[in-house]
């Protein structure tokens, strides 16, 4: 695999942020249209709403008025449904936020600065001081995304050159087709079974906590 090795000397470029990948358009109509949607039935149900609340003095509109409403409500379902269908792939890989298990009633406050657009004054603030510092000591960001590529295409050429098939020598491993071997890691076997059905009455929940070597991997590489 060839490389162009790490520069530590090459000359500044400015940070900027790519988000052309960022279909807003294509959210925006979809936004647009679950909006107008929700308009629609808060309308309708509105109008039911009043008449139970007061069915004396407002009578329930007509059956062409509901008609209709139904009608235009079909026609924008059929639009979101086309949408939706059209833009599978795009929806698939986009994180709504927030979730529908977030608290809006208890934390309603947090979630208003969360989906805040403007940045709060003091986020204004340190903004400003990091583009200073910026411009003053002639810093470098995108040395650090040359530095991280450049350090895992070399760690992938170095795993390139070893073959990793477990963790046993070739004794070990003809040890463990005879019969004595095979003997020993059943023992070995069932001694860890023991050993996780007493983890799991004492865990919370019964869940069974992660194997050493799951730990190590999480914190070598990030996965479990």
């Given at each position: 695999?060839?490389?162009?090795?790490?520069?530590?000397?090459?000359?500044?470029?400015?940070?900027?942020?790519?988000?052309?990948?960022?279909?807003?358009?294509?959210?925006?109509?979809?936004?647009?249209?679950?909006?107008?949607?929700?308009?629609?039935?808060?309308?309708?149900a509105e109008q039911i709403n009043s008449h139970n609340r007061h069915p004396n003095k407002i009578k329930l509109p007509t059956y062409l008025h509901f008609q209709n409403q139904f009608q235009v409500l079909i026609t924008q379902l059929t639009s979101i449904a086309s949408q939706l269908y059209n833009n599978e792939d795009l929806l698939k890989n986009t994180n709504v936020y927030p979730t529908p298990a977030f608290p809006t009633s208890a934390h309603e406050n947090m979630l208003t600065t969360l989906l805040r657009k403007k940045a709060a004054p003091e986020v204004d603030e340190w903004i400003n001081e990091s583009k200073s510092m910026l411009a003053t000591k002639?810093?470098?960001?995108?040395?650090?995304?040359?530095?991280?590529?450049?350090?895992?295409?070399?760690?992938?050429?170095?795993?390139?050159?070893?073959?990793?098939?477990?963790?046993?020598?070739?004794?070990?491993?003809?040890?463990?087709?005879?019969?004595?071997?095979?003997?020993?890691?059943?023992?070995?076997?069932?001694?860890?079974?023991?050993?996780?059905?007493?983890?799991?009455?004492?865990?919370?929940?019964?869940?069974?906590?992660l194997h050493p070597n799951q730990v190590l991997k999480f914190m070598c590489q990030g996965q479990i």
């Open positions: 695999m060839s490389q162009t090795p790490f520069n530590p000397n090459s000359p500044s470029v400015p940070f900027q942020g790519d988000f052309s990948q960022i279909p807003y358009d294509v959210l925006e109509s979809i936004r647009n249209r679950l909006n107008q949607i929700r308009q629609s039935l808060a309308k309708l002639n810093l470098n960001l995108a040395k650090d995304d040359e530095l991280i590529t450049w350090c895992l295409a070399t760690i992938q050429d170095l795993r390139d050159e070893f073959q990793f098939y477990g963790f046993h020598t070739v004794d070990e491993l003809d040890y463990m087709e005879t019969p004595e071997g095979k003997q020993e890691a059943k023992e070995k076997k069932d001694k860890e079974h023991e050993r996780d059905q007493a983890e799991l009455k004492i865990t919370s929940g019964g869940k069974k906590g």
